[in-house]
């Protein structure tokens, strides 16, 4: 095996999203008579938060937990529509270039210290901030400038219009400036004990093993029904189905094979187990670093689009509880493309691009090269879900039915 490979990471699997399932035990509301405040809900995570800080974690845990600790300026109601949630109006202006937000007067950190304009000031300025270590800095980055004209009202002017403007202003968490103005956002301890604006607060963390978080009373919102909300690192998914049954956790998203076999044939389970399915908000993906060849070649990566058969991975994989998409959006929500479809399982098509990028099997090997360089790369995923690791390996056949030679990295989820 001669030749030079690129080595590029990768995120498994092809495109699909997954069809959710929950289970919870079913002790909710036995007389009809709607939510109570009180109790605690103890929830399966599969992997541990790695930063408390919305917009410096890249991963869905910390996001789940940051997200209770935390508010941002607006957010998505139960019809997806944006509402007021520091910000109780908006408006506007100048094309869309000029939006103003005037913030509730009620909205308090947990420390009881005011969430201002300031607040927001420092957060948008911290965000851009060449220095700070965050991938989600580009919407705001097209920020020309903002306003503080008195703590109640936050101004941002852009220099052109930008459609989801606003829809940006949902994500991003507000820091405290008060606590934040002298630190290093990238080594802060602030991280793993923040103080947030939103319904709860962080009242213990035990390291690789659970997250507990308690009502924050001051909340501007009405305050939260649950007292405490625990959050159990429990990697392995039978573990969790496991600790379900014996009523250590109240609440786990179940495996397909799970969900689809094992409640079936357990009344018992039935009994007291509620269990859900509806069409999740997340979505699996290989990403590809286009930084790096050949992944800069457009006809590349349509050639690898076509050589995966994301039916497979749905059936093998999830066992059909997940649907193939063309865009990283819900299906049947107003941001979906209609009339779109995703890429078909052609690997005939696939070698056509390939051949027309310049990429042939010269020395009759089995994997194409050019110029020299093998067609090769290596898909790294973490090792610690069973799903990925089938899909990767998955993946890697019909790769190599094309004739593109691809290694499989599997690393712990801190690493990844």
Do not use: C
Request: proline letters at 6%; hydrophobic letters at 35%; glycine letters at 8%.
């Amino acid at each position: 095996m001669s030749g030079t490979a690129w080595r590029t990471g990768l995120i498994v699997a092809a495109a699909f999203a997954a069809l959710a399932s929950t289970t919870a035990n079913a002790e909710d509301d036995p007389g009809g008579q709607g939510p109570a405040y009180g109790g605690e809900r103890i929830t399966a995570m599969g992997a541990e938060a790695s930063n408390l800080i919305p917009f410096m974690a890249g991963d869905s845990a910390s996001s789940r937990v940051g997200g209770l600790i935390h508010t941002t300026l607006l957010r998505y109601n139960g019809d997806l529509e944006l509402t007021g949630e520091a910000a109780k109006s908006w408006e506007v202006e100048d094309e869309g270039k000029t939006i103003t937000f005037h913030l509730r007067k009620d909205a308090r950190f947990s420390d009881g210290h005011p969430l201002t304009s300031e607040d927001l000031a420092f957060t948008w300025e911290t965000v851009v901030d060449p220095e700070t270590q965050t991938p989600y800095g580009s919407d705001y980055k097209r920020v020309s400038e903002v306003e503080t004209p008195d703590p109640h009202t936050f101004v941002v002017h852009y220099d052109e219009p930008y459609a989801p403007a606003l829809s940006t202003w949902a994500s991003l968490a507000i820091m405290p400036a008060h606590i934040l103005a002298d630190q290093n956002i990238n080594d802060t301890p602030f991280a793993r004990d923040p103080v947030g604006a939103g319904p709860y607060k962080l009242s213990r963390w035990q390291a690789g093993q659970s997250i507990e978080l308690t009502r924050h009373e001051g909340w501007f919102r009405r305050r939260a029904y649950i007292n405490k909300i625990t959050f159990r690192v429990i990697p392995d998914n039978t573990t969790q189905f496991l600790e379900l049954q014996a009523g250590n956790i109240d609440q786990m998203s179940p495996s397909p094979a799970t969900f689809l076999r094992t409640f079936p044939e357990r009344p018992d389970l039935r009994k007291r187990i509620a269990t859900y399915k509806y069409l999740g908000n997340n979505y699996t993906y290989l990403g590809f670093n286009l930084r790096r060849e050949p992944f800069t070649d457009r006809r590349v990566r349509r050639a690898i689009a076509h050589a995966i058969d994301r039916q497979e991975l749905i059936k093998g994989v999830m066992l059909g509880q997940a649907r193939r998409i063309a865009a990283p959006y819900k299906p049947g929500t107003r941001w979906y493309p209609d009339g779109i479809e995703p890429y078909g399982y052609d690997p005939d098509k696939a070698r056509t691009l390939l051949n027309e990028a310049g990429w042939s099997d010269s020395d009759g090997d089995g994997v194409l090269d050019k110029n020299g360089k093998r067609l090769s790369f290596e898909i790294i995923t973490n090792n610690d879900n069973k799903q990925r690791k089938i899909a990767a390996t998955l993946i890697q056949r019909r790769l190599k039915q094309v004739g593109i030679d691809v290694d499989l990295r599997l690393v712990e989820w801190a690493t990844f």
